[in-house]
């Protein structure tokens, strides 16, 4: 059940998400990004604030199944999704193969951005099997056919996640071998 | 940030009607702007209404052949669509040139054609800006204005409006429909956004509380083939400088249609309609888009810093022109 409007203020509500399949419900201030309540109220630390501003990726966590930057959704606009972090993509001990990959291919160096680089890398591969293009697919691809990925293709969909230490060589080949 | 109360409206009316008796409210969309907006405290609600999950999200096909693409369809969800990958190829490369994959997951059409501009100044409230407060003047004109408007900016603000998805739909004669508490109306897009003049604090001719509710696009002419092109300063992830929307169509190896508009060089998405005089009748060739990109620009009045973008949209133009050209 959904929590009432009751303890609602007019500058807080009452909320639950569902974090790795986990649900919790917080009480937090409308200001609360769904970056700080994962960080702070929840206590997950995987995603990583770089730059607040939408611009470097490293806050990037699954919404509903879609990857977004975390640091510009509004936690209180998110009741009731379901969010998953860097932290939920492992079976058990069996690491994710966008995880196995990044460790295989050595695809980090501080390893800051990597959660974002990660979790981007996994819906970004989802978009890809749904059909989504991206900027440099051809015009005459069928739509809705699977993106072949290449290091073109990666190279763009992955462009929204810098990483500072500037390990893309080694990401764009992890991804790849999850890919093919 | 300052504090807001929150509420998530479930249909049109209910957004529509939360707004009244409050001018400090916003909608609030995806949120990849306003809520960057509000932490720079650019923007500083009162009252956010989430429109994102309003029952806008259709992708339709009107009785007449075009497409109606609701408010809150996702800039990824348009951008993959069947209908505007095949019909709408310049809309789709369009979005799919902005941002990043996240961002455009989240991004919604109605707050896209809403974004506000990227200067600088404007993002500083430290600094003067006529955009964020009227009458402080505008810092920007002899300033850093490197990615700042050539065509169409006045003396109160230099600002270019940062959409590509605009622009392909300024191309596309595409519609906005809005919904407010006037009841509803639909402004062509090419009319939607406005120039600075001496009211730069206005992007567009949005009322208060008027919520946009979808975009329509005309019917796809028999023949026409469109796209979009980009100049930036890198590869991927990074605004226009400058960008071209382009519709074609030739036979015979003449320009029987076309519409052009740029991005990256103005206040709003620019309609090049003395471009499209010149190509239309005209032989289909590079010579007849150089003239057409010329009797356009003309007008143009470059910044100290910005004249580079005059010759970048020339080429883009005639470079979008011919290969659109070669694919009819
Ligand atoms: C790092 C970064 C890079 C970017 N790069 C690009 C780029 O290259 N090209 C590009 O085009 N864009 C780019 N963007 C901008 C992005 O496209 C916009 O932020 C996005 O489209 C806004 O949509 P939204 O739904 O998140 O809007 P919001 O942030 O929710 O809202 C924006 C404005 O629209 C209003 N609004 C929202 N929905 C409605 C509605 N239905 N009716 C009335 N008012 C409404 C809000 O009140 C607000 O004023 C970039 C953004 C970031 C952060
Ligand atoms: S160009 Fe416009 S937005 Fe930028 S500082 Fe001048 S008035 Fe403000
Ligand atoms: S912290 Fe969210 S994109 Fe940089
Ligand atoms: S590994 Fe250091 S930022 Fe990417």
Redesign the interface.
């Known amino acids: 059940m959904e929590p009432t409007s009751q303890q609602e203020t007019a500058h807080s509500s009452v909320l639950t998400l569902h974090v790795n399949g986990t649900p919790h419900t917080l009480t937090l201030d409308h200001r609360t990004t769904l970056l700080d309540a994962l960080r702070e109220q929840v206590g997950l630390t995987g995603a990583k604030k770089g730059c607040d501003h939408g611009q470097c990726g490293a806050c990037t966590v699954l919404v509903d199944g879609r990857r977004a930057n975390s640091c510009l959704l509004l936690a209180a606009a998110h009741n009731g999704a379901h969010v998953t972090t860097v932290e939920g993509l492992a079976d058990g001990e069996r690491l994710h193969p966008v995880q196995q990959a990044f460790v295989a291919r050595d695809a980090l160096q501080c390893g800051y951005c990597t959660p974002g680089q990660i979790c981007s890398a996994v819906g970004m591969l989802a978009e890809a099997a749904e059909g989504h293009p991206s900027y440099v697919t051809p015009p005459e691809h069928p739509p809705g056919a699977p993106a072949a990925l290449t290091a073109h293709e990666i190279r763009e969909r992955m462009s929204g996640n810098l990483c500072r230490c500037g390990a893309y060589p080694n990401i764009v080949d992890a991804i790849g071998e999850v890919a093919t | ?1 300052k ?4 509420f ?1 409206a479930e249909s049109a009316d209910e957004a529509i009607g939360a707004f009244a008796g409050h001018p400090r409210a916003q909608y ?1 969309g ?3 702007n306003l ?2 907006l ?2 720079l405290g650019v923007a500083a609600p009162d009252f ?1 209404i ?1 429109v ?1 999950r309003l029952p806008l999200d259709g992708i339709d096909e009107t009785p007449d052949g075009g497409l109606h693409i609701g408010a809150t369809v996702r800039n ?1 969800d348009l ?4 209908a505007v ?2 019909r709408y ?1 310049a809309l ?2 369009a979005l ?2 902005g ?5 455009r ?2 991004a919604t059409t109605g707050g896209n054609l809403l974004q506000r501009t990227r200067c600088t100044y404007f993002q500083d409230v430290s600094k003067p800006c006529n955009k964020r407060e009227p009458g402080t003047g505008c810092p920007a004109r002899e300033g850093v204005h490197r990615d700042l408007a050539v065509l169409g900016h006045s003396a109160h603000c230099v600002a270019t409006h940062p959409s590509d998805m605009a622009v392909a739909l300024a191309a596309l004669d595409a519609a906005v429909h809005l919904h407010g508490p006037q009841g509803a109306r639909t402004v062509a897009v090419t009319d939607f956004h406005r120039l600075p003049g001496d009211r730069p604090d206005q992007d567009t001719v949005i009322r208060p509380g008027e919520l946009i509710t979808g975009v329509t696009l005309p019917p796809a002419l028999p023949g026409t083939r469109c ?1 979009y092109r980009k100049a930036r300063d890198r ?3 990074a605004f226009a400088l400058a960008s071209v929307a382009a519709v074609l169509r030739v036979e015979g190896g003449v320009v029987r249609d076309a519409a052009l508009a740029f991005g990256g060089l103005a206040h709003v998405p620019w309609r090049a309609r003395a471009a499209e005089e010149v190509l239309r009748g005209a032989p289909a060739t590079e010579e007849t888009y150089a003239r057409a990109a010329d009797a356009e620009l003309a007008a143009a009045e470059p910044l100290r810093d910005n004249g580079f973008k005059v010759p970048l949209a020339r080429n883009l133009a005639i470079s979008v022109l011919a290969e659109l050209a070669s694919r009819t």
């Open positions: 940030m504090p807001f109360a929150y998530r609030l995806g949120g990849t809520v960057d509000m932490k956010l989430d994102s990824s951008a993959a669509h069947p990958r095949t190829a789709s490369q799919l040139s941002a990043s994959g996240q961002l997951n989240t796209g590869a991927s992830y």
